[in-house]
């Protein structure tokens, strides 16, 4: 059974940091790429990282304050986040495709039951 189990959200104050991981069961870790997607309320769901085969993605929205890596023996990716923003608020997802990052939330995606950051002002 597939299984991506993300952790590390709560509440922060803005201008705080969270460490987000997303665990990975079920699957052979190292043939997939995983992202990370948020949706905030009323808003449409947003890919704001992914991590693939010698390839790192960051959405401009995070670019320059987020910093995604694995640690492919644990089978676990991070987010990092630093700075957080009010508008940072949102449940967040981990996915995982085979293949490329420009699979990931298009084809065969595999998702998590999400985690909820909060950044109060």
């Known amino acids: 059974e597939v299984q991506l189990v993300e952790s590390g959200g709560g509440l922060v104050q803005a201008g705080g940091s969270l460490r987000l991981s997303c665990t990975a069961s079920g699957f052979t870790f190292d043939d997939y790429a995983i992202g990370w997607f948020r949706q905030a309320p009323g808003k449409e769901r947003e890919g704001i990282s992914c991590?693939?085969?010698?390839?790192?993605y960051y959405a401009d929205s995070i670019l320059g304050r987020s910093t995604i890596s694995s640690d492919n023996a644990k089978n676990t990716v991070y987010l990092s986040m630093n700075n957080l923003k009010p508008e940072d608020t949102a449940v967040y997802y981990c996915a995982a495709a085979e293949g490329a990052c420009s699979r990931v939330g298009v084809y065969d995606t595999y998702w998590g039951q999400g985690t909820q950051v909060t950044v109060s002002s």
């Open positions: 991590i693939g085969t010698g390839f790192t």
